[in-house]
């Protein structure tokens, strides 16, 4: 496929746009996680009972992945639809919003039960912006990518994630060192209210960014499909549940950021929130520059085996990482959580978006991965909640929760293993049956 002369250069923009965007509109939802492990059950929910506090706010914090389910839908239609930039742009303008709005909302000492509802509706907010956020930047950065290279460029995306979430932390560290009545009442909103410069400064980044070639030629060739969740559903069902499969490996992004994080300063442990905050910055860091290189790798030897090294090393390194955290050892708890979220599993979440975007054609791609992705994600918000419940009435539990994640990281090891390896086709074959065959002429419009 011969390449437009506007085309040059779009690949460092896409990246660029795609890891900027990303780390902003990750930022946002990343401080909730933090505020749902140490703030929110204090001003929510019912002091009088901590435990039941503490797992009531880390149910909302699933109740964003139940959203993207639904958000998925919509924006993987649009996005097939009218192109992945102004997908993109919506997302983060909406995640801006509702963040920003979260930072507003009064207490339960102010207006009771209402507080925790207004605190729901914002975070499904966040979920349906979410839906489109990944699906979007990971079809802009691997269709404007070079064939060989689209392991690197696509994986911007994810590193931008976790820039976002080293972002967050950051935020969180002078926020969370404040005195206890100056974190309660005012010092929690700051970094909410700071997603209105997120919102800003990536609106201006990703309007500036052009349509990618590959959306172009399909919509003025073939035309784009009329329903793209039908085409999906007839003739990529089952890679929608690889990637279905495959998403639930998040499990473990969300165990330990949240989940584990409420264990560690819980009074069983007492390990302070700064220090444990600091872990996660630091392995965040690590993840930045473990992401593009495992991507790297993925193009010289292929997705399945760099994926499958990510969620089998997971699954071993969770046991190692929880255990731990149980003895309080802070040096031992910094050095196995770089290891474990920094390094190993980062081999999965550096390649999942090439590896989830080749097994869909342009046609449906954003479609395909939304779905599917976000389908996966769902479950993985919710581990966090079963975590809490699994860890039993004191939340010590640890080994049940490591076994827990474990289980979960099952699923992508089967999606990696019956997946077709697409590292080495060419950008305009992926997820056709045959290469270069054409979309059937009833599927498209122009």
């Known amino acids: 496929m011969s390449v437009p002369a506007d085309a040059v250069g779009q690949p460092k923009k896409a990246a660029t746009a795609a890891w900027i965007g990303s780390a902003l509109e990750y930022y946002d939802f990343f401080i909730y996680g933090s505020a749902a492990a140490l703030i929110f059950p204090k001003v929510f929910f019912d002091e009088s009972d901590p435990a039941t506090a503490t797992l009531l706010s880390l149910a909302t914090f699933g109740v964003a992945y139940a959203a993207r ?11 097939d639809r009218v192109g992945r930039k102004k997908i993109m742009v919506f997302t983060l303008v909406l995640m801006g919003l509702s963040t920003f709005l979260i930072g507003c909302l009064p207490t339960r000492h102010q207006v009771g039960t209402l507080a925790p509802v207004l605190l729901v509706l914002c975070r499904v907010l966040q979920g349906i912006s979410a839906a489109g956020e990944q699906a979007s930047a990971n079809s802009m950065s ?14 911007f995306t994810l590193s931008g994630t976790q820039g976002g979430q080293l972002l967050a932390t950051l935020v969180f560290l002078p926020v969370a060192a404040l005195p206890e009545d100056q974190l309660l009442s005012w010092g929690w909103r700051v970094p909410f209210w700071l997603s209105v410069g997120v919102a800003v400064a990536g609106f201006v980044i990703r309007r500036k960014l052009a349509e990618t070639p ?8 073939a035309g784009v499909v009329k329903l793209p969740l039908a085409v999906l559903l007839r003739e990529h069902w089952a890679d929608v549940l690889r990637v279905i499969g495959g998403a639930v490996i998040a499990s473990v992004s969300t165990i ?29 860091l690590v993840a930045l520059a473990a992401i593009p290189l495992w991507a790297t790798l ?4 292929g997705r399945r085996p760099v994926f499958l090294i990510g969620a089998v090393g997971s699954a071993v390194m969770m046991f190692l990482y929880l255990w731990a955290v149980s003895t309080g050892t802070y040096p031992l708890v910094l050095l196995l959580g770089i290891v474990t979220f920094g390094v190993v599993y980062s081999a999965a979440n550096g390649v999942w978006p090439s590896f989830y975007g080749e097994m869909f054609s342009t046609r449906v791609r954003l479609s395909g991965m939304a779905i599917g992705t976000q389908i996966g994600f ?6 966090v909640t079963f975590a ?26 089967i999606a990696a293993l019956t997946a077709r390896e697409t590292h ?11 290469p270069g065959e054409a979309p059937r002429p009833e599927t498209v419009t122009a």
């Open 69 to 79: 389910p639904v958000g998925a839908l919509f924006m993987g239609h649009f996005g």
């Open 142 to 155: 691997l269709e404007h990518a070079p064939a060989h290279r689209r392991g690197f460029f696509t994986s």
């Open 214 to 221: 590959a959306f172009e030629q399909q919509a003025a060739s």
């Open 256 to 284: 330990f950021t949240v989940w584990a994080l409420a264990y560690a300063t819980s009074d069983a442990v007492g390990m302070s929130r700064s220090s444990m905050l600091w872990v996660g910055a630091l392995a965040n």
């Open 298 to 301: 993925s193009d010289r030897i």
């Open 378 to 383: 769902a479950v993985a918000g919710f581990a």
């Open 388 to 413: 809490a419940q699994i860890a039993g009435p004191d939340g010590t539990d640890w080994s049940s929760v490591a076994l827990f994640t474990a289980a979960l990281c099952v699923p992508p090891v």
């Open 424 to 434: 080495k086709v060419a950008t305009e074959d992926l997820g056709s049956r045959a």
